[in-house]
């Protein structure tokens, strides 16, 4: 049984190793919902390689990501979680596809909020995921530098 930030896990983590064809993969968020909104841009490669993909995601964050291009079904935290094969965290997704800089998914858009209910709808739902953004990490986050040059 594997134990992530006070969670148990009976079903296999999946980090690219198995096939995933036909079988079902629990993605979770273990990360802030800005990480959530990146990450979810691998969803559609899960889908290309046969995954029946389920979505465990924050509430602000449920009616924009359900729309994502590969998700059978999207559950907010806390709900009762639908049979899966395994689980991955949703910031293991570049791991599990080994992913370089070249090849990130950079497909655009990744996200649509869609024709729901106009402009007015649209407009909520942009509004609500803000909120969730803004009060979902610290007000001056901790950045650090990157660089791409070798280690020492």
């Known amino acids: 049984m594997l134990h992530l930030r006070g969670r148990s896990w009976s079903q296999p983590l999946w980090l690219g190793a198995e096939p995933i064809a036909g079988k079902t993969l629990l993605l979770h968020n273990d990360q802030g919902l800005g990480d959530a909104i990146q990450f979810c ?4 490669l899960l889908a290309e390689r046969g995954a029946r993909v389920i979505l465990e995601i924050d509430r602000p964050l449920k009616e924009l990501l359900s729309g994502v291009v590969g998700i059978m079904q999207c559950v907010v935290k806390g709900e009762t979680l639908p049979d899966h094969d395994f689980h991955c965290p949703l910031a293991s997704l570049p791991l599990a ?3 370089m800089p070249d090849t990130i998914p950079s497909s655009v858009p990744y996200l649509s909020i869609g024709q729901r209910g106009g402009g007015t709808g ?6 609500r995921a803000s909120r969730g953004l803004e009060s979902s ?3 001056t986050p901790n950045i650090r530098t990157i660089t791409t040059g070798p280690c020492p």
């Open 137 to 139: 990490g610290p007000a």
């Open 41 to 44: 841009r691998y969803i559609p």
């Open 122 to 127: 649209r407009r909520a739902l942009v509004q």
């Open 97 to 99: 596809f080994d992913t």
